[in-house]
């Protein structure tokens, strides 16, 4: 394993479970110092067990990724227990149950939206923040691939709230270059995490839906998607400013 990352602080929101404590591993396991984020503190705990068991440096935060303090506090809890923030994988997101657009309430729209969309932007408000007073930064948003197309029957809120996340980071990566923040997003398909599920199916029936509909005739393992992550944020990708890197097993090609 490279220690890529070695002294660098990376953030990771919704770093509690699947894709989010995959990459909270993988940056640990190349050097970085890992502050793990979720809305609760246990996942994120468990996170900062499972890194600190293989010898890996981390510390778990609380922080609602829909609320401007908690957001603003979280950034100041990375700097001061760690000097610092260099990079953040703004993973946090909210599935919903599908419902027909005109059935959708109010308050379930803005709940999604509040999470997937305004909360990468709150998050990414507070790291610029900080990192061009700092010397820069690397930022990798989750976005997903049924942003980029409309075939997901009575997901309308979650479909917009990606679409709104890719278009954000193509925006604040042109706002943020010139400070020395770069800027992508990575969209994944459907990853092996409780999230891959529609209601009420089984491991078997999602697996059987995923080998008709994903050309790759499978789920992705968060580790394939945590690999995506990890490049956009490593120095490998140095010229890559705006990207939005869909890693979806062919759904969208
Ligand atoms: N799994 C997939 O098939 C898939 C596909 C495309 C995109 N994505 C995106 O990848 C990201 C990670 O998804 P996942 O599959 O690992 O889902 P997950 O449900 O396992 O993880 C999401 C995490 O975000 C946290 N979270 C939710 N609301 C929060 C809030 N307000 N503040 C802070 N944390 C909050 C949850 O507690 C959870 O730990 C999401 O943004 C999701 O939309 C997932």
């Known amino acids: 394993m490279t220690a890529q990352f070695e002294g660098k602080v990376a953030l990771v929101t919704g770093a509690g479970s699947g894709i989010g404590r995959a990459s909270a591993l993988a940056f640990a396991r190349r050097g970085a110092t890992v502050v793990a984020v979720d809305v609760a503190l246990e996942p994120a705990a468990e996170t900062v ?28 809890t990375a700097v001061s227990r ?25 308050a379930s729209w803005h709940r999604l939206l509040g999470v997937n969309l305004t909360g990468v ?17 690397v930022i990798v948003n989750a976005s997903s691939n049924i942003g ?18 890719s278009a954000l980071t193509r925006v604040a990566a042109l706002d943020h270059i010139k400070d020395g923040i770069r800027i992508n997003a990575v969209s994944p398909g459907a990853s092996n995490t409780s999230m891959s599920f529609r209601p009420g199916e089984t491991e078997a029936d999602r697996d ?3 080998a008709g509909t994903v050309p790759i005739g499978r789920v992705a393992e968060t580790e394939e998607i945590v690999a995506a992550v990890q490049w956009l944020a490593s120095d490998a990708a140095s010229f890559v400013v705006g990207h939005d890197l869909v890693a979806d097993g062919g759904m969208t090609a």
């Open 82 to 106: 760690h000097g610092g923030l260099h990079i953040a994988h703004n993973n946090a997101g909210l599935f919903a149950r599908p419902t027909p657009l005109a059935d959708t309430d109010l």
């Open 148 to 165: 980029f197309h409309g075939r997901r029957p009575g997901m309308a809120a979650y479909v917009a709230s990606k679409a709104g996340v």
């Open 208 to 210: 059987a839906r995923v």
């Open 121 to 137: 932007m709150l998050s990414m408000k507070y790291e610029i923040a900080h990192m061009r007073e700092h010397g820069g930064g």
């Open 49 to 76: 067990r499972l890194i600190e068991e293989e010898g890996g440096k981390a510390s778990a935060v609380a922080a609602d990724v829909t609320s401007a303090q908690d957001v603003e506090a979280m950034v100041a």
